[in-house]
């Protein structure tokens, strides 16, 4: 539980202050973009139209991530209009455990491992597999590398019961660039991985389908892997992190290109982009409110306001959906909602897993 509660707050230290480590890292970012944004330059907030995807019944939203579980429409209350890309975020407020049903989201919550293999150590982070995790007939495996949380990772993903292997890494927030930037360090832990299951199931293991996925500060090690040349990632999952610089539009352009690319890419379904993020007001740098309103004005779209009650007491208030590109917005702006984002990994993992449904030839 300490431990949780020191990389919650380090998230939201990220969130609520301009923190100088995270200054420091945003000094060696990308001086400019790879393409330009379709916004123009002269504003980050044009006038867009809104092509959300249409409610399949009046006042109701059925969400892919989460089906059975519709959204209500919540447009007669509150209208995206205006400057709505960099507005500020609302629902400045935060849920007690009380109001959570007793629920403390950065609290040790119960947890059956009883189908799980222990942790495994590696050079640096650990992975864990299913007990009855089978390779398929042609030795691949699907594989998951998150960044930032441990033990409420892994319990997200017993909720989804999707089938992948689940590595896990956290460090400072300063160290997940250098980790990801050019120095084939995922492909060195892909290959422990692989050797490691290959010695468990006595035949050669090789990774399929490989996703990114990462909670506050592990933001930095996805962008760091999108603004590689070429990537073969398979889907990305970012819950309530998402930053970029604030004041400078150049600067966050350039931050914010490596996930518009890939927003475009899953909204043409050439993978899984799923974005959450929370009414966390840093005031320094953008919130993670305004960046995923950047990526979703990237392509032409406008978030639909809805209200659905989630897991760990979420208060979900905006959705957005092109494709394969999932954005949902929850209310709350203090540690308690930043750690129950992680509830969000529960229905994301789903939907990967249903993606994915048996392994593909190697991605290496």
């Not at 740098?285 to 004005?297: D, K, M, N, R």
Request: charged share 20%; with cysteine.
């Amino acid at each position: 539980m300490q431990r949780l509660m020191r990389v919650a707050l380090l998230g939201v230290a990220l969130a609520l202050a301009a923190a100088a480590g995270y200054a420091r890292l945003q000094a060696h970012a990308r001086a400019v973009p790879r393409q330009a944004v379709l916004l123009p330059s002269s504003s980050l907030s044009s006038s867009l139209a809104s092509s959300a995807e249409p409610a399949v019944a009046p006042g109701v939203v059925l969400d892919p991530l989460s089906p059975g579980h519709p959204a209500t429409v919540d447009s007669a209350a509150r209208a995206m209009v205006g400057d709505w890309i960099r507005a500020r975020p609302g629902f400045q407020y935060s849920r007690s455990a009380a109001e959570r049903g007793g629920v403390e989201p950065c609290g040790i919550q119960a947890l059956d491992t009883t189908a799980l293999e222990a942790w495994a150590p590696l050079s640096r982070g650990h992975f864990v597999a299913p007990r009855d995790f089978g390779l398929d007939e042609s030795g691949h495996f699907n594989l998951v590398l998150h960044f930032n949380g441990d033990e409420p990772v892994r319990r997200e993903w017993i909720q989804s019961q999707a089938h992948f292997v689940l590595y896990t890494l956290t460090v400072e927030a300063s160290q997940y660039a250098p980790l990801m930037s050019g120095s084939h360090w995922s492909d060195a832990i892909v290959a422990e991985i692989e050797r490691a299951l290959s010695k468990a199931s006595g035949r050669t293991a090789r990774a399929g389908h490989l996703a990114l996925s990462a909670w506050s500060a592990g933001f930095v090690a996805i962008e760091a892997a999108l603004a590689q040349p070429a990537n073969d990632i398979d889907a990305v999952i970012l819950i309530d992190g998402l930053h970029a610089p604030r004041g400078n539009d150049a600067a966050f352009r350039a931050q914010m290109q490596p996930f518009v690319d890939y927003a475009a890419r899953a909204a043409e379904h050439r993978g899984l982009f799923v974005v959450s993020h929370s009414a966390i007001d840093p005031p320094d740098f953008a919130s993670t409110t305004e960046c995923a309103h950047y990526l979703i004005a990237s392509l032409g779209g406008k978030p639909t306001p809805v209200r659905r009650a989630d897991a760990l007491g979420l208060e979900l208030v905006e959705y957005f959906t092109r494709g394969d590109f999932h954005v949902r917005g929850y209310a709350g702006n203090d540690t308690a909602d930043h750690c129950a984002q992680l509830a969000v990994l529960r229905d994301a993992y789903a939907a990967l897993g249903r993606r994915w449904g048996s392994p593909v030839p190697s991605h290496r």
